[in-house]
């Protein structure tokens, strides 16, 4: 007799979808992924700006995007903890590539001091958005203001929007401004 579906898709253990110890089997896998990219990261470490840079042209022209999205997420996670210096400044050149991943740990955050740094990252990171990218910034950003921890990094997310949004206003318009009739519309509208 065969059991019911329910019990059958159980391990043991009783979690579901998963062997006993696969955590286990998890963690060990996550630290040979850090270590095979650890000298990677070293590299784009550098407190030298050019190397720095260099490095992240490179990892960015040939990694594939799976690479990228792990080294920005120990990039994020050593810039939270506040190790590193060289990983804020390495996760502004990375761009609007790194906002996902701060995104998520900024979100999973309690700590105002924390989240304070993650908007730095992006308040460093504003010159180089391209207006959809300023756009999809602010609109994250908003979601980030009723999660902060506190009056500080709410402080810091209202000072980035505004700058982003400055960023944007500096912006060229898309294009020329008609009305649907072809004709020009009144001045200051």
């Known amino acids: 007799m065969s059991r019911p579906r329910s019990e059958s898709s159980r391990t043991a253990g009783g979690r579901r979808g998963r062997a006993p110890n696969s955590g286990d089997r998890d963690d060990a896998a996550e630290a040979r992924i850090r270590a095979v990219l650890a000298p990677l990261v070293k590299r784009?470490?550098?407190?030298?700006?050019?190397?720095?840079?260099?490095?992240i042209r490179t990892v960015l022209a040939v990694c594939h995007p799976v690479v990228i999205g792990r080294v920005i997420d120990d990039l994020v996670r050593r810039a939270a903890a506040g190790k590193s210096g060289t990983a804020a400044a390495a996760l502004a050149a990375f761009g609007y590539r790194a906002v996902p991943a701060m995104s998520v740990r900024f979100k999973r955050?309690?700590?105002?001091?924390?989240?304070?740094?993650?908007?730095g990252i992006?308040?460093?990171?504003?010159?180089?958005?391209?207006?959809?990218?300023?756009i999809d910034v602010m609109t994250e950003l908003l979601g980030w203001l009723g999660l902060s921890a506190g009056p500080a990094s709410r402080v810091a997310v209202g000072r980035t929007i505004a700058v982003v949004r400055a960023k944007l206003g500096s912006a060229p318009p898309p294009g020329?401004?008609?009305?649907?009739?072809?004709?020009?519309?009144?001045?200051?509208?």
């Open 44 to 55: 784009i470490l550098d407190p030298d700006e050019a190397s720095q840079e260099a490095v």
């Open 109 to 119: 955050s309690k700590s105002e001091e924390i989240q304070v740094r993650l908007v």
């Open 122 to 134: 992006v308040m460093r990171m504003a010159p180089g958005l391209t207006t959809s990218q300023g």
């Open 176 to 189: 020329p401004r008609s009305s649907p009739h072809g004709r020009e519309p009144p001045a200051g509208v």
